[in-house]
T-cell receptor
Framework: GAGVSQSPRYKVAKRGQDVALRCDPI?????LFWYQQALGQGPEFLTY????????KSGLPSDRFFAERPEGSVSTLKIQRTQQEDSAVYLC?????????FGPGTRLTVT | DQQVKQNSPSLSVQEGRISILNCDYT??????FLWYKKYPAEGPTFLIS?????DKNEDGRFTVFLNKSAKHLSLHIVPSQPGDSAVYFC???????????????FGKGTLLTVNP
């Protein structure tokens, strides 16, 4: 079956622009996670949804970051007024149990 | 402070030999551990996991060992193949308040190169 998909795969934004990153999880997966991966680092947790409820947003680095999953399937991560330090790969993962399955990521470059 | 540490940034082995990747953790609340493999420009791919109630889990060429007292786990790949060349991430999870699916804490990864 289809895995986790993310779009766009690559995004270049000028500093100060708003961006929206989309995640389509595996069908039926209740849990959805967003991670941020900086160059040379492991992924770092941003936020977690169980169905449409955002149960943990402790990893969001600032109030410029906002995530939603209104119908409990597709999720969008929005970054307002992007800064250079936001440049990273943004990974989405979904799960039914303890193993999380990742999408290919969106590489965001802020110039 | 890094709660999951992979102290070897890279490892090089010959095809057919054993690859051993190591991982240490500091948080005693972690009770589930996973290994992921990542190729360039792709997302991490789940390989194998182990619960803290076990000390070994095997799946084909991959075996994960857990030493809880030392807060140490390792991934063994036998025999190693050139296609195994990738970055390997160790990850750990502690049960959330809901008792189920929860965030992963990752190490920085180890780049494995298997030479033909």
């Amino acid at each position: 079956g289809a895995g986790v998909s993310q779009s766009p795969r690559y995004k270049v934004a000028k500093r100060g622009q708003d961006v929206a990153l989309r995640c389509d999880p595996i069908s039926g997966h209740v849990s959805l996670f967003w991670y941020q991966q900086a160059l040379g680092q492991g992924p770092e947790f941003l936020t977690y949804f169980q169905n449409e409820a955002q149960l943990d947003k402790s990893g969001l680095p600032s109030d410029r970051f906002f995530a939603e999953r209104p119908e409990g399937s597709v999720s969008t991560l929005k970054i307002q007024r992007t800064q250079q330090e936001d440049s990273a790969v943004y990974l989405c993962a979904s799960s039914l149990s303890l193993e999380q399955y990742f999408g290919p990521g969106t590489r965001l470059t802020v110039t | 402070d890094q709660q999951v540490k992979q102290n070897s940034p890279s490892l090089s082995v010959q095809e057919g030999r054993i690859s051993i990747l190591n991982c240490d953790y500091t948080n005693s609340m972690f009770d589930y551990f996973l290994w992921y493999k990542k190729y360039p420009a792709e997302g991490p791919t789940f390989l194998i996991s182990i619960s803290s109630i076990k000390d070994k889990n095997e799946d084909g060429r991959f075996t994960v060992f857990l030493n809880k007292s030392a807060k140490h786990l390792s991934l063994h790949i036998v025999p190693s193949q050139p296609g195994d060349s990738a970055v390997y991430f160790c990850a750990a999870s502690g049960r959330g308040s809901g008792g189920s699916n929860y965030k992963l804490t990752f190490g920085k990864g180890t780049l494995l190169t298997v030479n033909p």
